[in-house]
């Protein structure tokens, strides 16, 4: 399983210059879900996710996105962004489900972006809601124009 999660890990490597930038100065590289398959997959079957690294999900429109904890080892803040970059919702220490049905964790405000770290991260930088994150090396995202 250590083996397959590294391969995994390596051949889905972080979009080359794709960085979020936390409030308080802290640099994340990120890799980009951006396909269907990318998207549905997530960081399900990962047995690690790096200090420094996290999963942006950018998506076309704005709306209400929900993500579940299915075949998901790492405990993960699930945060979601607005179009400008600006954090609309935040569910920090979502732990893994071990067992069906599995609980379905969505935003309350309007998002345009969901980036899921380690579990502690967000409360670690200073990203709670409101709170206005930078990116770099993202392509479409985020747009200049705040959701309300």
Not at 4 to 9: D, E, F, H, K, P
Not at 92 to 119: F, I
Request: with cysteine.
């Amino acid at each position: 399983m250590v083996l397959a999660s590294i391969i995994l890990a390596a051949a889905a490597a972080s979009e080359p210059g794709a960085v979020c930038h936390a409030p308080d100065g802290a640099d994340l590289q990120l890799e980009l879900a951006v396909t269907e398959k990318e998207k549905r997959t997530g960081l399900m079957f990962r047995d690690v996710l790096p200090a420094d690294r996290g999963m942006l999900f950018p998506f076309d429109g704005d709306g209400t996105f929900s993500f579940h904890m299915r075949n998901t080892v790492i405990p993960l803040d699930i945060v979601w962004l607005d179009s400008s970059g600006r954090v609309a919702d935040l569910h920090p220490d979502t732990r893994p489900c071990r067992s069906d049905p599995c609980p379905m964790y969505k935003n309350a405000k309007r998002a345009r972006a969901v980036l899921l770290v380690n579990a502690g991260y967000s409360r670690a930088h200073a990203i709670v809601p409101g709170a206005q994150l930078r990116f770099d090396g993202v392509p479409g995202f985020p747009t200049g124009t705040a959701t309300k």
